[in-house]
């Protein structure tokens, strides 16, 4: 009797530590739906304020994006800031506080293909780490391309490549011309 006992205890403490282990983890943030993203360039000569919007209004996997082309005159400096929208609810809710709330968990990374054009941050997070909410775009000489703009969500901003690091919330590309 006491082997059957000792057998049962011990089967139901190997069901206890399977079952315990299968439990989901209630640490995951629910991802937000990112519908629209758009770049708000200035000049910093004051020649150019204005918008220009990424937006997937049915979401991933439906209708391919309207996209505006980012239009820049050569040879100027421009501050850039981003914001975010879920414009699949009515009001609309724009995203970008809580991420700049979140900025120690939140990078933004761009990437430029063939356009004469750089990019610099001009902002950090809350641990003085890179975040570029806000940006410097400087351009050169007439060109055209892209700019890929992906938001990582808890990137490892210590890490020789803290770009490569975390997962993304969102990865939009916008053509680029500059006359």
Known sequence: MKKMMLKLSFFTLLLT?????????????E????????????????SLDQEFEWNDADGPG???PDIQTIALAAGKTYTCHL???DRSQSPAEDIT?????ESAAHLFVFSVSTANLQIADADTDDNGKPFRLETTWTS?????????IVLKHEPDKSAADPNATGE???????PVTIQ
């Open 62 to 64: 439906g209708n391919a």
């Open 168 to 174: 993304t919330d969102f990865d939009v590309t916008f």
């Open 97 to 101: 506080e809580e991420i700049e709330a």
């Open 140 to 148: 050169g000489a007439a060109s055209s391309g892209s700019v890929n």
């Open 31 to 46: 991802q937000e739906n990112i519908t629209t993203v758009v770049v708000h360039l200035t000049a910093t000569d004051g």
């Open 17 to 29: 530590l399977v079952f315990a282990a299968c439990k989901k983890d209630k640490k995951e943030t």
């Open 83 to 85: 914001h975010v929208y």
